[in-house]
Nanobody, 126 residues
């Protein structure tokens, strides 16, 4: 059974850093694309960053607003995908979820609720 569990969220001041973890089970995270998404009140779910499978070259895709500040990475031994977030801004506030794509490409589809974690809340505020 596919399961993804996020952790690492919290309250941080603007300019601060957090590292989010997405622990995967029921599949090997290096064989599939895994992405991070953000949900905020009044806004649509937004794709933040994604890392492709090892076979596809671990190609990384990011939304423009986080380039130069966020870094996605994967630890195959721990079957975990990380999102290092630096220089956080108030507009980065939201519930961060990770999701497993159907294949190894970040342009593919995410099928079913079971491919999503529950999320971890990030709040950037003084």
């Amino acid at each position: 059974q596919v399961q993804l569990v996020e952790s690492g969220g919290g309250l941080v001041q603007p300019g601060g850093s957090l590292r989010l973890s997405c622990a995967a089970s029921g599949f090997s995270s290096e064989d599939y694309a895994v992405g991070w998404f953000r949900e905020a009140p009044g806004k649509e779910r937004e794709g933040i960053s994604c890392i492709g499978s090892s076979d596809s070259g671990s190609v990384i895709r990011q939304t423009n607003s986080v380039k130069g500040r966020f870094t996605i990475s994967r630890d195959n031994a721990k079957n975990t995908v990380y999102l290092q977030m630096n220089n956080l801004r108030p507009e980065d506030t939201g519930n961060y979820l990770c999701a497993k794509y159907e294949g190894g490409d970040c342009t593919g589809r995410i099928r079913g609720r079971g491919s999503w974690g529950q999320g971890t809340q990030v709040t950037v505020s003084f």
